[in-house]
């Protein structure tokens, strides 16, 4: 038990791992224990790209390689730029062949082929539609839908020009861009550049690899994730705050459990709608369950909790624990971020893993495909065989009393509309309140869980760090999971951690001072967020001259990476703790670490300290704040803080 305290901060997730444990059941946490990371790996100097290797040149073994070249002359350079680039590429393409299921989808929708999908947020539709130059004055809303679903299917093999979100940028940034030659021209050839450069006797030169990471990872955050967000909204709501409950304890005894995992929303919607379907409510009542109870995990989660509400039952690392409980029925399982582990762990119980896209089939697990064209019977058919499955239970089902309230679903547009009103929807005060110093600064912190690292222990000591020193918080993913469980979420989480200045905005508002923004593809809305910081005015004119930095304290995948370069490469210093994987390289990491600094005016850095690593973006705020002369007014409130609580 007290081993299992240390792998996580979470109550539920400690009470599990006992559980499986006692039973013997195989986890991610008792296989890292078995498997320790690679030394050569972790610094990323092993180049495996060709046959006549695979050639090791780590750091500590000089002597072996002298000066540490492969067989072929490849520098260490070479090989760690390789390696990164290629992790960057297949971070991108997992959130853009992401976004192309969603564009597709769309398409669909719009034609009336998509069963029970509908055009639900005719404004974004018209707004998104404008972005992308199409005429909407007297037309039809479903032919602006068929438009703009080909338009921005078009992005994804478009060979030459620009994407067009590249446009929405701050125009400072588009120069910087443009100048360093990393403006997308289509998302998919960016990602095929990478594999072909990175090929065998390529490209080799390390800083014109990364320049086309740098390409590839701005087609991911100004292209495919941000139209991934964009069209899911305008299919699907955009998010406005909701209440909902996180944790394992979402699960209920006395119902059929069914779990929706993954990353893309279109099943997990269509299974909130069959779970209120009368049929499947009859079908639940005559096997002798008190109801449906769906719940979220991942990114899925966020996607279904800040539209509807639907209990998130954990993050990333509580994926196997759920069915520990054994008191789930199915998990669903789409793309990224399932672990192959838990067929093993379903085989435990009696509960059926079924996978569901065409591009994911775990070996073992049973495979049921959505199409949008018949997704409701998919939804429908899937909740039938978890009603079928209710009484299969084997073991006494043991669910951790733990789970808490949360406020989620703060898109960019709510944000405009609670800091400004219907009328005047705007974020000026956000600014204002920047510039007066009772908020010091912005901080997106985002990503996953690793098991290398404490569960949610980077997150919360961070984030508690940056909203204690007046840093509102913008969070994502499997971080803004940890911040729910922890309390993080609600408003009154703002008088309890926030400092005097924040705690005084968020009351003002009524927001928390953590707020959720919604799942990994919806860190654009972080980017959409500054821009929109910049473009109102009084805070430089550019996102890097924000007082605003970045984290992503325990990552772990690599569309973590895709999604930090390009905060980087968008102006914003950026940190990730646990690992870094140019560490094998000191010209790559100097590259990253400091040049880019120079080059975009937003850098890398590396903490696995996560209180340092707060302090590290507090420190970077300040110096932004004095760069934009606002480091008197925020001692001017200090002051008046200071002086007020002497009157009480
Ligand atoms: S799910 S990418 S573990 S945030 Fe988006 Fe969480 Fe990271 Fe997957």
């Not at 404490?454 to 919360?460: A, K, L, Q, S, V």
């Not at 990476?561 to 140019?582: D, H, K, R």
Request: charged share 25%.
């Amino acid at each position: 038990m007290s081993e299992d305290k240390v792998r996580s901060i979470d109550g539920a997730t400690v009470e599990l791992l006992e559980k499986a444990r006692k039973e013997n059941i195989s986890t991610a946490f008792t296989r890292a224990d078995e498997i320790k990371p690679c030394p050569i790996g972790i610094e990323e100097s092993c180049c495996k790209i060709c046959a006549m290797g695979p050639c090791r040149l780590p750091r500590s073994k000089k002597d072996v390689a002298k000066e540490r070249k492969g067989v072929c002359g490849a520098t260490i350079d070479t090989v760690v730029a390789r390696n990164f680039a290629r992790k960057i590429a297949a971070g991108a393409a997992s959130h853009s062949d992401h976004a192309r299921e969603v564009v597709e989808t769309f398409i669909k929708t719009a034609r009336g082929k998509a069963q029970e999908f509908v055009i639900k947020d005719e404004i974004k539709l018209l707004a998104v539609a404008l972005d992308f130059g199409i005429a909407i004055e007297g037309r039809d809303i479903k032919d602006i839908a068929i438009e703009l679903g080909e338009k921005a299917l078009k992005e994804f093999g478009k060979q030459h020009g620009e994407l067009i979100y590249i446009s929405k940028a701050p125009l400072k940034r588009q120069e910087i861009w443009r100048k360093y030659g990393v403006v997308p021209r289509g998302i998919d050839r960016e990602v095929v550049e990478i594999m072909h450069r990175t090929h065998m006797g390529v490209d080799q030169d390390y800083r014109h690899i990364i320049q086309q990471a740098t390409r590839t990872a701005l087609a991911d955050g100004w292209g495919g994730s941000m139209i991934s967000t964009d069209l899911q909204d305008i299919m699907f709501g955009t998010p406005v705050p909701v209440l909902g409950r996180i944790n394992l304890g979402v699960l209920k005894e006395e119902q059929v459990n069914v779990i929706v995992h993954g990353h893309e929303p279109l099943l997990p919607e269509l299974l909130v709608v069959a779970s209120r379907d009368p049929e499947i409510k009859a079908l639940t009542e005559k096997a002798g369950a008190k109801g449906i109870n769906l719940a979220g995990m991942c990114c899925s989660a966020n996607e279904v909790l800040m539209r509807h509400g639907i209990p998130c039952a954990g993050n990333f690392l509580q994926q196997e624990l759920a069915l520990v409980t054994g008191a789930v029925e199915v998990m669903t399982v789409d793309v990224q971020c399932e672990m192959q582990g838990l067929q093993s762990v379903a085989e435990c119980f009696h509960t059926k893993l079924i996978t569901t896209s065409d591009r994911a089939k775990i070996e073992g697990a049973l495979h049921i495909e959505f199409h949008p064209e018949d997704g409701l019977d998919t939804a429908k058919k899937i909740l039938k065989m978890a009603i079928e499955n209710y009484p299969n239970r084997r073991h006494a089902v043991y669910i951790p009393d733990h789970s808490q309230d949360i406020v989620a679903g703060f898109s960019h547009e709510t944000i405009n509309y609670l800091l400004g009103g219907l009328f005047r929807a705007s974020y000026r005060p956000l600014n204002d309140n920047i510039i007066n110093g009772r908020i010091r600064g912005v901080a997106g912190v985002v990503g996953c869980n690793n098991v290398r690292t404490p569960h949610d222990e980077g997150h919360i000591t961070m984030i508690k760090e940056l909203i204690k020193n007046d840093v509102i918080v913008l969070t994502t993913g499997c971080a803004a999971m940890a911040c729910g469980k922890a309390g993080l979420l609600t408003p009154e989480a703002a008088q309890q951690f926030a400092g005097s200045g924040l705690a005084e905005v968020c009351e003002a508002v009524g927001i928390p001072p953590v707020l959720h923004l919604g799942s990994c593809v919806d860190n654009s809305r972080i980017l959409i967020a500054a821009t929109a910081m910049v473009k109102e005015g009084g805070l430089g004119d550019d996102i890097s001259d924000l007082p605003a930095a970045g984290a992503a304290p325990e990552w772990m995948s690599e569309k973590a990476l895709a999604i930090g370069q390009y905060f980087v490469a968008s102006g914003v210093f950026t940190v990730f703790g646990t690992t870094w994987p140019t560490l094998g390289s000191e010209n790559v990491t100097k590259h990253l670490f400091e040049e880019y600094e120079e080059m975009y005016k937003g850098m890398w850095a590396y903490e696995p300290d996560h209180e340092k690593a707060a302090q590290l973006m507090i420190a970077h705020i300040d110096k932004k704040r004095k760069a934009l002369g606002l480091e008197k007014a925020r001692e001017r409130v200090l002051f008046d803080m200071a002086m007020r609580r002497a009157l009480e």
